[in-house]
T-cell receptor, first 112, second 112 residues
Framework: AQTVTQSQPEMSVQEAETVTLSCTYD???????LFWYKQPPSRQMILVIR??????QNATENRFSVNFQKAAKSFSLKISDSQLGDTAMYFC?????????FGQGTRLTINP | DGGITQSPKYLFRKEGQNVTLSCEQN?????MYWYRQDPGQGLRLIYY???????QKGDIAEGYSVSREKKESFPLTVTSAQKNPTAFYLC???????????FGPGTRLTVL
């Protein structure tokens, strides 16, 4: 069975700071994908970044990057130069052969 | 513009009534999904469909039914057998099963 755990229910930082959101996962599959999704107050789920498990290089999308530690089954998201528009729920998710499993989410607030 | 639409945005139902939530996509995606989100929680998979005329139960299928008669459409019916249907429902699609999923804007269902 796949599980995804986000240990930080809430985080708060000042605008322009860097913040890291934690995620650990467990899966028995050898081929899988990992994702971070953002859910702003509108509740639309937006894909932030993806990582293929077979790739050692950490994925990067502009201000968003991940630290993928496959042996430790860790997949953290770093947001650099945080902006007010980054305020949202962030969900870590693991895609296996059967389904996409989500963590409980981290509520991130960026303060002006 | 390609995308996923869900209607209605808000839906109210009396106890004992069935209600159908609409999900349409024009992305030419083969796979479609339905998720339920409760306050402060992640998404849980209700049903998914890998191709037309085929669908599979997810983790919480009891009290729900779906159909997939057209590639573009994947409606979800919440039946009176669903004991606690008040929730936020999200539809998603992916080009094929096991690819990254893109989400619609969601439907908020409230049982009166």
């Amino acid at each position: 069975a796949q599980t995804v755990t986000q240990s930080q229910p809430e985080m708060s930082v000042q605008e322009a700071e860097t913040v890291t959101l934690s995620c650990t996962y467990d899966t028995s599959e050898s081929n899988y994908y990992l994702f971070w999704y953002k859910q702003p107050p509108s509740r639309q789920m937006i894909l932030v970044i993806r990582q293929e498990a077979y790739k050692q290089q950490n994925a990067t999308e502009n201000r968003f990057s991940v630290n993928f530690q496959k042996a430790a089954k860790s997949f953290s998201l770093k947001i650099s130069d945080s902006q007010l528009g980054d305020t949202a729920m962030y969900f870590c998710a693991s895609q296996g052969a059967q389904k996409l499993v989500f963590g409980q989410g981290t509520r991130l607030t960026i303060n002006p | 513009d390609g995308g996923i639409t869900q209607s209605p945005k808000y839906l109210f139902r009396k106890e004992g009534q069935n209600v159908t939530l609409s999900c349409e996509q024009n992305l030419n995606h083969d796979a479609m999904y339905w998720y339920r989100q409760d306050p402060g929680q992640g998404l849980r998979l209700i049903y998914y469909s890998q191709i037309v005329n085929d669908f599979q139960k997810g983790d919480i299928a009891e009290g729900y039914s779906v159909s997939r008669e057209k590639k573009e459409s994947f409606p979800l019916t919440v039946t009176s057998a669903q004991k606690n249907p008040t929730a936020f429902y999200l539809c998603a699609s992916s080009i094929r099963f096991f690819n990254e999923q893109f989400f619609g804007p969601g439907t908020r269902l409230t049982v009166l």
